[in-house]
């Protein structure tokens, strides 16, 4: 299968791109490289040391033998060059991974706000009336979001994107199958809120063949493939803006710093691990919508934990503190999360636990890479309105541990 991976080179999608050209596709990076730029933007850099793509697709070449195409390419501006690279290339299938990411980043000041929304629904209308202009049947996959169902409790387990309901007609119930109705938390996820109805729209009117996976919050950065060279490192990021909670707890651990919980820490979340996500990806690709067919949409995450509790099982393998500060989210305090995720148990996904592999996720990545940490990146300092405050422990961090 000849595959386009669109934001190829982010934390998601550089091992994605790894784990699709070892089984033999043929893939074709497609990415601006903003997710660097952003780095320079805030003053951070990744825990581990990430190589430039050009490094990264020789050293892959080097030790596989398989080449990794790459289109520098703005999917938000450059429409029309997008358009032509589909007609050249001419893809069985993308994979969209490239929109920005991170909610806090999405929340930091009207301006991220305002790019977060032209830069990731401009990306993917302009995916989708690409396709269609393009004249190929190309299958989307998109990699979306648990947030798009929103973090209230919901008093019932969340379906794989549609729920069953009844309405009242003139001749009594009817039933019908609705899109969950979304409550997004932050610009960032209304974004993908937004998707979600460009791609009802696409494959209702022009038969697009779509996969939306909402996905749960990733933890781990290794995979089988990116393992293989230190030239395939992958990202891991643990500031306040794109580090995901988990990963923050894990770096907080090894450089001494107490784990900061956002407030009650009772917010119930859903995660998955990197290895899981990838294959999730393949298995999606390998199981298409026909043309025709409504948005298919998966639930990708494997289990739910509340941020608390994750705390204390980072302090119980590390000896580390917990500290509870100000929650900068407008969010419930207190919430509970129950999930389906048959479709991808059912197609044959073992998942990677967190009481399996957080140990080792420790001892590799965040106590090797602890002097490259600077702890005053590390606090959540973005808020989501006036009302809310920022994430700051009581003693301030200190300047980069290896400075």
């Not at 106590?367 to 301030?396: E, F």
Request: proline share 5%; net charge negative; aromatic share 6%.
């Amino acid at each position: 299968m000849k595959i386009a991976i669109l934001g190829g080179d982010g934390f998601c999608g550089w091992p994605t791109t790894l784990h699709l050209s070892a089984r033999g596709h043929e893939v074709l990076v497609v990415d601006d490289l903003s997710r660097r730029a952003v780095d320079r933007e805030l003053g951070t850099e990744s825990l581990t040391p990430v190589r430039s793509l050009d490094e990264r697709r020789a050293a892959w070449a080097e030790r596989t033998g398989r080449r990794i195409g790459f289109a520098h390419l703005d999917l938000s501006r450059d429409y029309e060059a997008f358009v032509d690279l589909l007609v050249t290339e001419r893809p069985d299938a993308l994979v969209h991974f490239a929109e920005q990411r991170a909610a806090p980043y999405s929340m930091r000041s009207p301006g991220h706000k305002r790019y977060t929304v032209d830069n990731n629904v401009n990306a993917t209308h302009n995916v989708l009336a690409a396709v269609v202009e393009s004249g190929l049947d190309v299958h989307v996959v998109h990699l979306g979001t648990m947030g798009v169902y929103g973090y209230g409790t919901a008093g019932m387990r969340i379906p794989e994107g549609y729920l069953d309901v009844e309405v009242h007609g003139p001749d009594g119930p009817v039933a019908q199958q609705i899109l969950y109705p979304a409550s997004p938390g932050s610009v960032y996820h209304m974004t993908k809120v937004l998707d979600q109805t460009l791609f009802a729209f696409y494959a209702r009117n022009d038969g697009v063949r779509v996969t939306d996976l909402h996905q749960g919050i990733v933890w781990g950065t290794a995979t089988a493939e990116t393992a293989l060279d230190d030239r395939l490192v992958n990202r891991f990021d643990y500031d306040g803006d794109y580090g995901t909670v988990l990963n923050r707890f894990l770096v907080q651990a090894a450089v001494g710093h107490p784990l900061t919980v956002h407030g009650t820490g009772g917010q119930t979340r859903a995660f998955i691990h990197l290895q899981d996500t990838v294959r999730c990806v393949e298995l999606a690709l390998a199981h298409p919508p026909a043309a025709g067919d409504r948005v298919k949409i998966f639930n990708q995450m494997t289990e739910t934990h509340r941020v608390r509790d994750l705390a204390r099982l980072v302090a119980e393998l590390t000896g580390a503190e917990v500290e509870f500060v100000p929650n900068p989210r407008q969010e419930a305090a207190e919430n509970d999360l129950h999930v389906v995720n048959d479709a991808f148990l059912d197609l044959g996904l073992e998942p990677t636990t967190l009481s399996a592999g957080l140990l080792l996720e420790i001892e590799q990545t965040a106590v090797r890479h602890a002097d490259r940490v600077d702890p005053r990146r590390i606090p959540a300092t973005a808020v989501w309105n006036r009302h809310r405050s920022p994430g700051l422990p009581a003693r301030r961090p200190a300047a980069r541990v290896g400075a």
